[in-house]
């Protein structure tokens, strides 16, 4: 790599009127880019420059898309940045109609696979874990205690039982529990429980009065699973050892059954990968977005299932996402769902400009619209097959958006809830984000960040800004690195560390 400023600047598209500075310290002023052009400032990586002469009212185009509007005249070589571009409107909903774009179609790929644990309902696990749901949170004290009572006491005897994990949440009592908007975290709550690396071992701690009935949580066919209930107002239980002593036998039945659970060849169409992105920069819709979006068309490519989500991250990009929609009813089902999170929006105050954090902006995205169209690169190129509503379980293979708010822990939590079998998560400013419901395979954009996170980090695309790997070798290697980490093979770093964040539910209704 030569140290020609040249080499340090990337067009994301051929008619765009900004280059995105790569090189890991920034250039400085004076420096001579392409086409006789000098800086005029010192811009920092990640950043944006003028390649043209701008006057105020001219649009600012990036991805070939207009992700801004200068509001005062900018000269070329000059830093591009939210002080001197306004964000444009985001698409009409009202406006939007379905003319369904004709993708080429990809090649179907075969004889990929991965050792999983089969589930008797089809689904298939990428770890074999013990979940203990709740109805309530007056009971995550005692759950918090089981959970580590059976981790130090009971896992030693279970080799083939990777882990218990307790899900606890605010939710249950002191709500308005039969409204719409309550739906959310109820169905949540019952489809994580549902999630395929708990294999149907449903375990549900209630306290006996609470809103929620626990009753509620349980699956369809529960009758016909080991799914079970245990109340701490039981009235059998005399004392704090006598509920312990009963959850203790609860889980020990579940972790029997857990135990004779074998990891068995399974074909890469078992895959359900959900992708998203946290600590954002820049660099996330050059080099970790189009890889992520690499390796999500070729898992759809061997027939499995892909979610993308982020409602806020996709809104200002609908009008390019909505000719990807495979029917009208998938068109008219991602309109409503970004129509629900407008309306939710707006009652709440906020409109989705909110998004954008400070790390984001230091990092060099100046709005929504410039990290919507970086974030959207990652669902790929496939047409999209179906909209999922917050909570709700997949219906359908191939390419799914699952609608969640942006929020890490929320839109993890909500895609855990729709069947995800793996994560895929992609940092620029980097975050030590971690599910311990399914592996978390986290992608850096920029090399600087997994220079400086080496053992947070599983896979760095930066090598896609400086030119030494493209975006089709490390899509690939990313695909083969989720088929050996959903056979157990490697861990992720999250995995080998402990780092968890807590399952977090979207509740968009009223407490009471
Ligand atoms: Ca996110």
Redesign the pocket.
Known sequence: MSENPANFLIKCAPSDNVGIVTHPFGLTKGTTIINEIILQHDIPMGHKVALEDLLAGDSILRYGHKIGIANTDISKGSWVNEENIDRPNPPSLKDLQWKPSSPKPLNPIKGYTFQGFKNNNGSVGTKNILGISTSVQCVAGMTKYIEAKIRRELLPHYPNVDDVVAFNHSYGCGVAINTPAAMIPIRTIKHIAQNPNFGNEIMIIGLGCEKLRPERLLPENAKDNGSSVVYLQDESFKGFGAMVAGIMDTAERHLKKLNTRERVTCEASDLVVGL???GSDAFSGLTGNPVAGYAADLIVRAGGTVLFS?VTEVRDGIDLLLPRAATQQVANALIEEMRWYDDYLTRGQADHSANTTPGNKRGGLSNIVEKALGSIVKSGTTSIMDVVSPGEKIRTKGLNFVATP???FV?GTLQLAAGMNMHVFITGRGTPYGLNVVPVIKISSNSKLSDRWFDLIDLDAGPVALGTKNVEELGWDLFHLILDVASGKKKVATDLLGLYNDLVLFNPGPLT
């Open positions: 998203q992105c946290g982020e942006a929020g890490d839109c």
